[in-house]
């Protein structure tokens, strides 16, 4: 079987119909309330790898965010391109949409259409981030270690739900790395490694 390339479309094939055609409050400003956790951090499991995977993620993002300058936001290396801020804001449209696929819905009046073109504002964009990676936390914290291998329907076969923290640790750091590109071609150096 063929696994289908999960290019920009991927989000659209993977969020909802009637997600995708709400017409609620969309762009920088959905709120998100991170869903309840069932228990404190854990400390062992996947759950706990992805968490401090995601941590490091996280930090990366938006240290590199406030170190680009603002009249960055909407550079792209080519035309048709995602830029600087369409980047940021594809990463915070996965993890505000993908949670919904183990049980963690997006927060109320997010949108994907159009989310990640929703704003090129640098304080805007950080602040979608800091959301989203709340949200996506707060989704792994709310599974349990009996749900790794819980599975759902993904393109043209099944995932876990371990599966698809990979899935989004994968897209993260794929992102980050088109980010950091981005960032040293504009004469940013990533603060981490200075």
């Given at each position: 079987?063929?696994?289908?390339?999960?290019?920009?479309?991927?989000?659209?094939?993977?969020?909802?119909?009637?997600?995708?055609?709400?017409?609620?409050?969309?762009?920088?400003?959905?709120?998100?309330?991170?869903?309840?956790?069932?228990?404190?951090?854990?400390?062992?499991?996947?759950?706990?790898?992805?968490l401090h995977e995601?941590?490091?993620?996280?930090?990366?993002?938006?240290?590199?965010?406030?170190?680009?300058?603002?009249?960055?936001?909407?550079?792209?290396?080519?035309?048709?391109?995602?830029?600087?801020?369409?980047?940021?804001?594809?990463?915070?449209?996965?993890?505000?949409?993908?949670?919904?696929?183990?049980?963690?819905?997006?927060?109320?009046?997010?949108?994907?259409?159009?989310?990640?073109?929703?704003?090129?504002?640098?304080?805007?964009?950080?602040?979608?981030?800091r959301r989203s990676?709340a949200h996506l936390?707060?989704?792994?914290?709310?599974?349990?270690?009996?749900?790794?291998?819980?599975?759902?329907?993904?393109?043209?076969?099944?995932?876990?739900?371990?599966?698809?923290?990979?899935?989004?640790?994968?897209?993260?750091?794929?992102?980050?790395?088109?980010?950091?590109?981005?960032?040293?071609?504009?004469?940013?150096?990533?603060?981490?490694?200075?």
């Amino acid at each position: 079987m063929r696994r289908r390339s999960l290019t920009a479309e991927w989000m659209l094939l993977a969020l909802p119909p009637l997600l995708l055609a709400s017409s609620g409050i969309a762009g920088a400003g959905a709120q998100a309330t991170p869903p309840a956790a069932r228990t404190a951090a854990p400390t062992t499991g996947y759950r706990a790898e992805f968490l401090h995977e995601l941590a490091q993620t996280e930090d990366h993002y938006l240290r590199l965010a406030e170190a680009i300058p603002a009249d960055k936001y909407g550079w792209r290396p080519a035309p048709g391109v995602r830029s600087v801020s369409e980047v940021f804001m594809h990463v915070a449209a996965a993890n505000f949409g993908l949670p919904r696929l183990i049980g963690t819905p997006p927060p109320a009046g997010f949108d994907v259409q159009g989310f990640e073109r929703s704003t090129a504002d640098k304080a805007q964009v950080a602040a979608a981030l800091r959301r989203s990676f709340a949200h996506l936390r707060g989704a792994a914290l709310s599974l349990s270690d009996g749900d790794a291998d819980r599975t759902f329907p993904w393109f043209d076969g099944q995932n876990s739900y371990r599966g698809l923290l990979l899935f989004i640790t994968r897209h993260s750091a794929e992102h980050l790395g088109q980010s950091i590109a981005y960032a040293r071609v504009n004469g940013v150096v990533p603060p981490w490694s200075e």
